[in-house]
């Protein structure tokens, strides 16, 4: 069926460090890749996504990478910063419109001031 | 709430009971969703409706149900027969063909079995 797993499930950097959180799934017909950010009992919100017909996506201090060969996106922030201490969710769906969401188990990011 | 509503924030449920969230959007989007959220886990699809008067069995709906009449509401009923239904509760709503791809999450609630 269909599956999007995340990795790693926990991660911890030093401020100013980069960090990098893959996905891989298993879909051969996703083609739209959002991240989301959470924070401790808030709703889910969207920092960046691709579709795939784009293998790079940058806004400012995150990027997201998308190798469609090997079904795997990854999220990187760079110079991270302690407000960027969240759980990360990546989702694969197959399309624009109503196509439903498969989301990953999520990672853990603790930026150490 | 970003144009999607979830009510109550907070709710308590007693052993046996049937207890129904509330989610209402105005985004004027086709297709609603319900998620599960247990602590310090990911989110896991309960139902989801693409169209009015109709919806989807997601991976999780055993003892819950779940009605679509009209295109603003998608209530969720826990029910008794969900032996643990401790957990946050996420609404998410997206569009119709030609519109955003993105979710639009409610701000969720808190549902505690006493």
Same mark, same amino acid.
């Given at each position: 069926?269909?599956?999007?797993?995340?990795?790693?499930?926990? *991660?911890?950097?030093?401020?100013?460090?980069?960090?990098?959180?893959?996905?891989?799934?298993?879909?051969?017909?996703?083609?739209?890749?959002?991240? %989301?950010?959470?924070?401790?009992?808030?709703?889910?919100?969207?920092?960046?996504?691709?579709?795939?017909?784009?293998?790079?996506?940058?806004?400012?201090?995150?990027?997201?990478?998308?190798?469609?060969?090997?079904?795997?996106?990854?999220?990187?922030?760079?110079?991270?910063?302690?407000?960027?201490?969240?759980? %990360?969710?990546?989702?694969?769906?197959?399309?624009?419109?109503?196509?439903? %969401?498969?989301?990953?188990?999520?990672?853990?990011?603790?930026? *150490?001031? | 709430?970003?144009?999607?509503?979830?009510?109550?924030?907070?709710?308590?449920?007693?052993?046996?009971?049937?207890?129904?969230?509330?989610?209402?959007?105005?985004?004027?989007?086709?297709?609603?969703?319900?998620? &599960?959220?247990?602590?310090?886990?990911?989110? &896991?699809?309960?139902?989801?409706?693409?169209?009015?008067?109709?919806?989807?069995?997601?991976?999780?709906?055993?003892?819950?149900?779940?009605?679509?009449e009209k295109k603003e509401s998608f209530p969720l009923t826990v029910?008794?027969?969900?032996?643990?239904?401790?957990?946050?509760?996420?609404?998410?709503?997206?569009?119709?063909?030609? &519109?955003?791809?993105?979710?639009?999450?409610?701000?969720?609630?808190?549902?505690?079995?006493?």
């Amino acid at each position: 069926g269909e599956n999007v797993e995340q990795h790693p499930s926990t *991660l911890s950097v030093q401020e100013g460090d980069s960090a990098v959180i893959k996905c891989t799934y298993s879909d051969s017909a996703s083609n739209y890749f959002p991240w %989301y950010k959470q924070e401790l009992g808030k709703r889910p919100q969207l920092i960046i996504d691709i579709r795939s017909n784009v293998g790079e996506k940058k806004d400012q201090r995150i990027a997201v990478t998308l190798n469609k060969t090997a079904k795997h996106f990854s999220l990187h922030i760079t110079e991270t910063q302690p407000e960027d201490s969240a759980v %990360y969710f990546c989702a694969a769906s197959k399309g624009s419109g109503t196509y439903k %969401y498969i989301f990953g188990t999520g990672t853990r990011l603790k930026v *150490l001031a | 709430d970003g144009g999607i509503t979830q009510s109550p924030k907070y709710l308590f449920r007693k052993e046996g009971q049937n207890v129904t969230l509330s989610c209402e959007q105005n985004l004027n989007h086709d297709a609603m969703y319900w998620y &599960r959220q247990d602590p310090g886990q990911g989110l &896991r699809l309960i139902y989801y409706s693409q169209i009015v008067n109709d919806f989807q069995k997601g991976d999780i709906a055993e003892g819950y149900s779940v009605s679509r009449e009209k295109k603003e509401s998608f209530p969720l009923t826990v029910t008794s027969a969900q032996k643990n239904p401790t957990a946050f509760y996420l609404c998410a709503t997206n569009g119709g063909q030609g &519109r955003s791809y993105g979710y639009t999450f409610g701000s969720g609630t808190r549902l505690t079995v006493v």
